[in-house]
């Protein structure tokens, strides 16, 4: 591959494995990245001295391109701990995994949110997807998530109180109309390992991925846009606002709908789900503890979730203040105020602790993410491209060709780049 040259359009996660894979097999690799960071929809900022994650993003570390990508010990994580915290007015109950969470097998023993069915029921499952790979569960037959649980035969109150608000913060839908494979997968990754963030927040996995891309040759080029691109069926011509660079083979490696526009490939999905995220600051005194769990809404929507994500990962706040954030789902909350918003957290706060005094509480920033991943309603994997797609030198990666996680992110990376190495 050393006389031969690959450019990739977009430095996310799926362009930056392909970047590194395709250099490391020799090839003149350019990545171009129309933002001034790479990352994508993986990104960190910082405010006042607090880390904020480009919305609520966590690394599931059983995925199998983490530990294939990713120099895991080097992001230096910081974990949750498993299940959550089902708060309502006037009542917090803490339902968790006993397998890997000993200290709160009482407190989910003695939960009565759900029935000692649905927990014994909760074992059997995890025993189910703990047989199967991923190819296996997105080859499988589909159905929407709340028909896959009804079919298990768990209870109204365990898919109301927990799943929809912990699977509403994952998948960004509280319906749980997705697609169950999602759930299996995930229930399944959750199971064998944990999540986590880095210390120095989500934006630390892109900036490995480019070093490592970078180290074994490929040129990152970001606020650097691509504006067209012709195959000519042995090469390609791809037009930039400082020229036209020839390839033997372009990677595209953007977002679905530039992707789309790029390639004219009917099948990538565009539809969005997304959601607003909001950070706040607390005196630490003030703010909730939850042994670093996810405090998740039973009684309403909004907002869905509110994570005391400093008390998982210290290094997010400044010493002596606290770190919180919390995610509203649909479509109504990209149209209403970030003050209101915040008003909405402070009270749903004050109701699921009435001895405390939240007053303090502070908006940092709000983040309206549009397209935070495709809708993946059941079915929708069965007809997603594959890398060799657009046809000719022209290839696809990203999450949209295969499902959307960090996994299938990374993965897709990966099978864009051997589908280079193979064709030429």
């Not at 190819?135 to 929809?164: K, M, P, T």
């Not at 490995?208 to 080029?221: K, V, Y």
């Not at 005196?283 to 809404?297: F, G, I, S, W």
């Amino acid at each position: 591959m050393t006389d031969r040259s690959v450019v990739v359009v977009g430095a996310g996660l799926a362009g930056l494995v392909a970047a590194r894979r395709l250099a490391d097999a020799g090839a003149d690799v350019r990545a171009y990245e129309e933002r001034p960071e790479v990352g994508g929809r993986v990104r960190t900022e910082t405010v006042d001295g607090f880390t904020l994650d480009r919305g609520f993003q966590v690394l599931f570390t059983a995925y199998p391109t983490v530990q294939r990508e990713l120099d895991v010990a080097a992001l230096d994580l910081r974990y949750f701990s498993p299940g959550g915290v089902i708060a309502r007015p006037g009542s917090r109950s803490v339902l968790s995994d006993p397998l890997r969470d000993p200290r709160s097998l009482i407190a989910s023993l003695r939960n009565d949110e759900v029935t000692l069915t649905d927990k014994a029921r909760t074992l059997l499952l995890r025993q189910h997807v703990g047989t199967r790979d991923e190819a296996e569960i997105f080859g499988s037959h589909d159905r929407s998530i709340r028909s896959y649980l009804r079919r298990w035969g768990f209870s109204d109150g365990y898919v109301e109180n927990f799943v929809a608000p912990f699977y509403g913060g994952i998948t960004l839908d509280r319906s749980l109309s997705t697609s169950k494979r999602v759930f299996e997968y995930t229930f399944k990754s959750l199971s064998e390992g944990r999540i986590a963030v880095p210390a120095a927040g989500i934006g630390a996995i892109p900036e490995q991925l480019a070093e490592r891309a970078r180290a074994a040759g490929a040129s990152i080029r970001c606020g650097d846009s691509v504006e067209s691109i012709a195959d000519h069926g042995d090469g390609v011509a791809v037009e930039t606002p400082s020229g036209r660079v020839d390839a033997d083979a372009v990677v595209i490696a953007t977002d679905p709908k530039e992707a789309k526009r790029l390639t004219e490939v009917d099948t990538i999905p565009t539809d969005a789900r997304g959601c607003v995220t909001q950070y706040y600051r607390l005196p630490e005194n003030v703010a909730p503890r939850t042994r670093r769990k996810l405090l998740l809404n039973a009684h309403d929507p909004s907002p869905n979730t509110v994570v005391p994500i400093s008390e998982v990962a210290p290094e997010y706040a400044p010493a002596g203040e606290a770190l919180l954030n919390a995610t509203f789902l649909g479509a109504n909350a990209q149209k209403r105020n970030a003050d209101a918003l915040a008003e909405e957290t402070r009270l749903t706060l004050s109701t699921w602790y009435p001895d405390r005094d939240f007053s303090a509480l502070e908006l940092l920033d709000t983040h309206r993410i549009e397209f935070a991943q495709f809708d993946q309603p059941p079915g929708v994997h069965d007809d997603l491209p594959g890398p060799r797609a657009p046809g000719g030198r022209t290839y696809l990666a990203g999450d949209h060709t295969a499902w959307s996680a960090i996994q299938g992110a990374m993965r897709s990376g990966r099978e864009a780049a051997d589908a280079v190495l193979e064709d030429l």
